[in-house]
């Protein structure tokens, strides 16, 4: 950056920076380094750019993508989740490899190497918060909602998951164990939530539809049926 | 007010990527890509009919020289259209963007896999 930008300018230089940090993952390759696609670096370079000579007000930048936050990446969350449901033998691998089990799928071209499930059951919910957001399985679950990347957020989620859970509305049984799991660099979460009862015979693309993102994450659940979607 | 910027856009490009409830994007970047545009008109540096031409002639471009045009490719001739507005506007010359995508690389190569990537000056080699 070159002398001529004031310090503020600057400053939304670096915070773009940290919205890009939830797509900074390389998914392909181990490296002890980050790797940016030669699209990814052309993109944050015109970003920065604009944004430093005031073109572009990174908050106006964000608003415009949260508004589309669920409408990124093909979603195959709710399809891994569906084909679990119905699948034992799938549900199984899954819970056993996370990553090589939607590997198999063949639709998922891009999936983290430790993808790990965690399976919600009457006595277990789980619930994952992340402290290094370049580890958000964005081609699971589409772009992070806000809140996710907000430290209340993830200092209340292990501190108080019940309080956090209860903000969205989530109320679970007073004896239900509640587990918190962490992302980090090298492994990321992916809840598989417990089926809705009344789906007996349900095909996977209608269960599909029941699986939100939230129910992934753990801080909800899944839509019951005949609610509107 | 920003779907109310991007329904403007959809209906002034009629290209876009959508579903029934709006454009829809493969990857982060793209929506990026979208939401840069989307300023950039409402600031003024080009209106839409300007920006439908210019990506018509890339995607033209783009075609000639052998993509497939399988609607997945859709958002990197939107890149390059934003790319050659912006120098043509005198908004960003191609030697800048140039320059700071090096940077981003710099900065990419230097940062601890799974940590944020952050630009800093002495990525400016």
Redesign the interface.
Known sequence: ?GPDHDARNTRQ??AI??I???????HDHH??????SE????????????TE?G???PA??D??????ET????HNGARVVAKAWTDPAFKTALLEDGSKAIGTLGYVSRVGDHLVVVENTPERHNMVVCT????YP?EMLG?PPVWYKAAPYRSRAVKDPRGVLADFDVTLPKDMEIRVWDS???TRFLVLPMRPAGTEGWSEEQLAELVTRDSMIGTGFPRKPGAPS | MSTTLAAAATAAIPSIPRDDDGPVFRAPWEAHAFAMALTLHERGVFTWPEWAAALADEIKRAQAAGDPDTGETYYLHWLATLEGLVARKGVVSAETLHRYRDAWDHAADRTPHGKPIELRPEDFG
């Open positions: 950056m230089a670096w920076a940290h890009f940090a939830a797509m900074s993952h390389d490296h002890d380094h980050s790797e940016l699209t990814e670096l052309r993109v944050r370079a015109l970003e920065t750019i604009l000579k073109y572009v007000e106006a930048l608003a415009i993508i949260q508004a589309y409408r990124i990446g093909p290094l957001c370049s580890c964005w772009l980090t660099a090298e």
